[in-house]
T-cell receptor
Framework: GAVVSQHPSRVICKSGTSVKIECRSL??????MFWYRQFPKQSLMLMAT?????????EQGVEKDKFLINHASLTLSTLTVTSAHPEDSSFYIC?????????????FGPGTRLTVL | KQEVTQIPAALSVPEGENLVLNCSFT??????LQWFRQDPGKGLTSLLL?????REQTSGRLNASLDKSSGRSTLYIAASQPGDSATYLC??????????FGGGTRLMVKP
């Protein structure tokens, strides 16, 4: 199978702190990983596309200086929410694309629930 | 820009019924379409993936069809069970680079 893990699964932090979320592909290499955000009762919205060894591509409306993405290896991407505020509270889900090119299937992590007090 | 719509937004059925969830998309130039299940507060579970060259995929009681030309996909669930209660999301991959998700259908199967 193709397994993607996320850590932590849940985090509660104070306003103004930074939070790092890890996304790992456990049994395959992923040149491309994606970060999604899901607000309550809404669908997933793509935040950014993370390519190994290069800068992430952010979707319109997503602040790159606030949501720092590092894809340092073929199995790990990290999302850091800097100076988090209550409006950043959300469910963050990553996915990893298996296979080269743009047609590989995406496999999703279990998600990280961020609560900013 | 791809837009994905799911109808109905919510559905409540008695156990044992067969049901159909609908997904439509505006740009037919897709690589594939996936159906996911999401339980409350949980991540996504991939149910079925249909490549653009395929017409349908089946897994157990689930059958998904794809009509690219009309921009539609359906997820058919046979003999529904209370354990099928969840939100079902369809997502379209049409740029080889990102998935566009529909708003989901919240399904409740009553015992």
């Amino acid at each position: 199978g193709a397994v993607v893990s996320q850590h932590p699964s849940r985090v509660i932090c104070k306003s103004g702190t930074s939070v790092k979320i890890e996304c790992r592909s456990l049994d395959f290499q992923a040149t491309t990983m994606f970060w999604y955000r899901q607000f309550p009762k809404q669908s997933l919205m793509l935040m950014a596309t993370s390519n190994e060894g290069s800068k992430a591509t952010y979707e319109q409306g997503v602040e790159k200086d606030k949501f720092l993405i590092n894809h340092a290896s073929l199995t790990l991407s990290t999302l850091t929410v800097t100076s988090a505020h209550p409006e950043d509270s959300s469910f963050y889900i990553c996915s990893a694309r298996r296979g080269a090119g743009g047609q590989g299937e995406q496999f999703f992590g279990p998600g990280t629930r961020l609560t900013v007090l | 820009k791809q837009e994905v719509t799911q109808i109905p937004a919510a559905l409540s059925v008695p156990e044992g019924e067969n049901l159909v969830l609908n997904c439509s998309f505006t740009d037919s130039a897709i690589y594939n379409l996936q159906w996911f299940r999401q339980d409350p507060g949980k991540g996504l579970t991939s149910l079925l993936l249909i490549q653009s060259s395929q017409r349908e995929q089946t897994s157990g009681r689930l059958n998904a069809s794809l009509d690219k030309s009309s921009g539609r996909s359906t997820l058919y669930i046979a003999a529904s069970q209370p354990g099928d209660s969840a939100t079902y999301l369809c997502a379209v991959d049409n740029a080889g680079n990102m998935l566009t998700f529909g708003g989901g259908t919240r399904l409740m199967v009553k015992p």
